[in-house]
């Protein structure tokens, strides 16, 4: 049974920092590419950033490029997202998600976290 658990939102200020982690267990890091999406209030679920399964291959969207990280802890089975420099743009519900593909698109990411609250504000 696939299980993702993300933790560590919460309230933080404009320009600030925040680290989102996603307990994996159930599936193998090593053929599953890992994302993360988030999800604001009144709008579409949306792409972040995903992780390829080979560990060194990443992709970022725009809106978040040079200042998020996505990485993995194979040992703690254990994805992050780092976030720096946070805007109020950046408020949402954010999704850790495991697809078997090496997608942008979350229709193709089958098991999905329950999401953690982020709120930046000013």
């Known amino acids: 049974q696939v299980q993702l658990v993300e933790s560590g939102g919460g309230l933080v200020q404009t320009g600030n920092s925040l680290t989102l982690s996603c307990a994996v267990s159930?599936?193998?890091?090593?053929?599953?590419?890992m994302g993360w999406f988030r999800q604001a209030p009144g709008k579409e679920r949306e792409f972040v950033a995903i992780?390829?399964?080979?560990?060194?291959?990443?992709l970022y969207a725009d809106s978040v490029k040079g200042r998020f990280t996505i990485t993995r802890d194979t040992a703690k089975s254990t994805v992050y997202l780092l976030m720096t420099r946070l805007k109020s743009d950046d408020t949402a519900v954010y999704y850790c998600?495991?697809?078997?593909?090496?997608?942008?698109?979350?229709?193709?990411?089958?098991?999905w976290g329950q999401g953690t609250q982020v709120t930046v504000s000013s």
């Open positions: 998600a495991a697809s078997p593909e090496f997608t942008e698109d979350a229709s193709r990411f089958g098991s």
């Open positions: 159930g599936l193998s890091f090593t053929i599953y590419t």
């Open positions: 992780l390829h399964w080979n560990g060194g291959t990443a």
